[in-house]
């Protein structure tokens, strides 16, 4: 079996999405401090809501935040005492410009990359193409 027969069985075996008109909800960070550390517990999970690379939000994270990190198996530690207010802001800021198709709203959407630094978020919902700007 191919990867991709192999996807559409994963997909038909998934339950049946809700009518077009559901709203994308933005993961929650399980974010816990130890000592003066942050450690983003579900951060594998978020990063398969939101569809995208763990690296790539990491990055995004540690940029936006200004603080270092490293990913640890499936969780993110941040190098320096951040509050979960804070990194839900940014998480939800990564969707709005990452995830979320600026046209339709829906979170079907993948990113393609042109060059070092311009990248474009694509929907497969609707097929806009946005460039992502942050
Ligand atoms: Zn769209």
């Known amino acids: 079996m191919n990867y991709e027969n192999m996807l559409t069985e994963v997909y038909a075996s998934l339950p049946e999405k809700k009518s077009s008109g559901e709203r994308f909800e933005v993961p929650i960070a399980d974010a816990f401090i130890e000592g003066n550390k942050t450690l983003i517990r ?13 690296a790539d939000l990491a990055k ?21 005492k951040v509050s979960d207010r804070l990194i839900n802001e940014k998480i939800g800021l990564y969707a709005q410009t990452h995830v979320i198709c600026h046209e339709c709203h829906k979170p079907d959407t ?3 990359s042109h060059g070092r630094s311009a990248k474009i978020l694509i929907c497969e919902a609707c097929g806009a193409r946005s460039p992502v700007l942050v």
């Open 42 to 54: 579900n951060f594998d999970a978020i990063c398969q809501t939101l569809r995208r690379k763990p």
């Open 60 to 80: 995004f994270l540690f940029r936006e935040l200004a603080v270092p990190g490293v990913m640890e198996g499936g969780r993110l530690l941040l190098q320096t």
């Open 110 to 112: 993948s990113i393609e």
